[in-house]
Structures are given as C-alpha cells and as structure tokens.
C-alpha cells in the first residue's frame, strides 16, 4: 500500500514564524503535490513537483515556498506565517503512469 | 473555466436507503476523475479512477459511473460506516499542463 506521511497532525505558530511542513512518501512516485483545504472551497493546489529539484507552482502559491531534495521528500514552507495561513495542508503523491492521488494525513495549522 | 460542481452539499440517509451523490464538469481535454472519501480531520481516501464514458468501477456499496459531463457515485444500502465527505476531481489539460481540479465535496451522514 501507498504510504503519504507528514511530519505533524498539529502545529500552532505565531504570525511571523517561518514555518516547515514535511512530506514523505514510500512508494517511489514521481510527482507529489501540496494543498490547503478550507472550507466551503476545497483543495487547492500551492505548488507541485514532477522531478526532484524541480517545482512548478499551483493556484495559490504567494507566501508559499517548496523543495525538493530527495524524490520521497517535499517540503512545504511558510516563510513568514500570516493568520490567513491557518488551514489544513495536505500531501499527494503519484506515479507518472497512474495518476491516482494518494493523501498523507494532513496537518491542521493554527496561526496565531 | 474549468469547474467540478458536486450536490447535493450534504445528505442524510437512513442506514439501507440506496442513493447517488452527483459531479458535474466543465473541463477540456479531461484525463481522468477521481472520487476520493474524506473523514473528519483525516486526508482524502482515494475511491476510484474514471477514464473514459461509460466506465464503471465498483468496490463494496460504491459504483462509480461516468459519463461526457458528469460522474454518479451510486451507493447501494448504505451503513453509518459510510458516513464521509466524498470528494470528486478531474484531471484537465490546463494550458500545457495538467492540473487537478476538485470539488467541495459531498457530506454524507447514514443514519442506524
């Protein structure tokens, strides 16, 4: 089975703090993408990665960076976290030849 | 615009009582939807993929049919471990690249 991790369930944060959300996938995909959830609107996409190194940007990418080192790693950062940050972020992780989305858990930010 | 409409927003059933969750799209060049299963404060659990009119994909009490403007998640008596969110995207061809697009997605509640 596909596995997604991320790094926290729950992270409170001041305005201001620079912020790192990891992602680790184990199933040697390709491509692996960031989203924020809120409600009443749904996922949107802040960045995605089809290769290591590579980043190509989504719908809401300001105030938003990303890397990606190793090809199971990408990491989402908060430069410097606003109030309007606080929201559920979620990883996806797939294949180039499937392109079934599969999640990690989510992580519920609160910026205070 | 590339849009993915799902209704109802939210629906209760009694535990039993068979019904269809509806996603409608307006998308070109559509490479695939996806139905995904959300619980509360979890990530998006991937159902099914959907190619091409008139593909059909069961698993348990879920049937997923597509046709040229809109999917049916049909659940066939349903129990209260169905209860969830149920989240419909497409993958579109958007300016060069593909991008997935979602839904708000479908709160279901069935009810013992």
């Known amino acids: 089975d596909v596995k997604v991790t991320q790094s926290s369930r729950y992270l409170v944060k001041r305005t201001g703090e620079k912020v790192f959300l990891e992602c680790v996938q184990d199933?040697?995909?390709?491509?692996m993408f960031w989203y924020r959830q809120d409600p009443g609107l749904g996922l949107r996409l802040i960045y995605f990665?089809?290769?290591?190194?590579?980043?190509e940007k989504g719908d809401i990418p300001e105030g938003y960076s990303v890397s990606r080192e190793k090809k199971e790693r990408f990491s989402l950062i908060l430069e410097s976290a606003s109030t309007n940050q606080t929201s559920m972020y979620l990883c996806?992780?797939?294949?180039?030849?499937?392109?079934?989305?599969?999640f990690g858990p989510g992580t519920r930010l609160l910026v205070l | 615009e590339d849009q993915v409409t799902q209704s109802p927003e939210a629906l209760r059933l009694q535990e039993g009582e068979s019904s269809s969750l509806n996603c409608s799209y307006t998308v070109s060049g559509l490479r695939g939807l996806f139905w995904y299963r959300q619980d509360p404060g979890k990530g998006p659990e991937f159902l099914f993929t959907l190619y091409s009119a008139g593909e059909e994909k069961e698993k348990e009490r879920l049937k997923a049919t597509l046709t040229k403007k809109e999917s049916f998640l049909h659940i066939t008596a349903p129990k209260p471990e169905d209860s969830a969110t149920y989240l419909c995207?497409?993958?579109?061809?958007?300016?060069?690249?593909?991008?997935?697009?979602f839904g708000t997605g479908t709160r279901l509640k069935v009810l013992a």
């Open positions: 199933m040697d995909h390709e491509n």
């Open positions: 995207a497409v993958q579109a061809r958007t300016s060069g690249t593909y991008k997935y697009i």
């Open positions: 996806a992780s797939t294949n180039r030849a499937l392109w079934d989305q599969y």
């Open positions: 990665s089809y290769d290591v190194k590579m980043k």
